[in-house]
């Protein structure tokens, strides 16, 4: 199996909202209003260009539209083909899956519609982190997603998921008083998943399992 190199942070498949837009009740914590903001991880330096994932399409119908994330079935189909790619190449990939910690609490503070509004909000700041026709990001589950990360091996997984743990760490929104937080897991071919369908259930294993101990954290699969 060749070395990984390092990933870099890129744009991802979905565009910010522009200057038309309307505004987000949402906004980048600092910590400490008097302070400084807290440090960013570092971004990796990567050299995934060039890597592309089997070509599968993935137009308007196979995408979730409030989040415009590949739907749950799609996802599945996505995943195989990637793993029979990584198979055939003898190179890994990974699946992250991430999920909303204290979700029933927030609908209870502030309603289904502005969930809803949270939820694009995080699922756009998560799009940011993902290197455009590589990385796809996909609905897994009532309140789950999972994203594929073609030639990743766990360890660059996880500093992925870092950053985007720390960003989503510093978003704040009205009427919500806790800061908002994610559960973070990871399962990556062949390292800990040797089939699709494991891929996906590891990864979502390790995030609940992170929720279970509390949240705000990232977890590898470790089996049992």
């Known amino acids: 199996m060749p070395p990984q190199a390092p990933r870099q942070q890129g744009r991802g498949l979905l565009s910010r909202a522009g200057g038309g837009a309307p505004k987000s009740p949402f906004r980048r914590s600092s910590g400490d209003d008097a302070g400084e903001a807290p440090a960013r991880p570092a971004p990796i330096a990567s050299t995934r260009a060039g890597v592309e994932a089997p070509a599968i399409d993935l137009g308007p119908s196979a995408r979730d539209p409030e989040t415009g994330f590949v739907l749950s079935d799609r996802l599945e189909e996505v995943v195989a083909r990637c793993v029979d790619h990584a198979y055939e190449a003898q190179e890994p990939c990974s699946v992250l899956y991430f999920r909303l910690d204290r979700h029933d609490a927030i609908v209870g503070q502030v309603g289904e519609q502005r969930m809803a509004e949270l939820v694009r909000e995080v699922t756009s700041l998560v799009n940011d982190f993902l290197k455009e026709g590589t990385d796809i990001p996909g609905r897994w589950g009532d309140d789950g997603f999972a994203i594929l990360l073609p030639r990743t091996s766990s360890r660059i997984a996880c500093n992925l998921a870092e950053q985007i743990r720390f960003t989503i760490g510093n978003l704040t929104f009205p009427g919500l008083s806790e800061k908002t937080t994610l559960s973070l897991g990871i399962a990556a071919y062949p390292e800990q998943a040797h089939s699709p ?25 470790a089996g049992g």
């Open 197 to 221: 369908q494991e891929l996906l259930r590891y990864a979502r294993e390790a995030a609940m399992e992170t929720q279970q101990q509390g949240g705000d954290a990232i977890r590898v699969y």
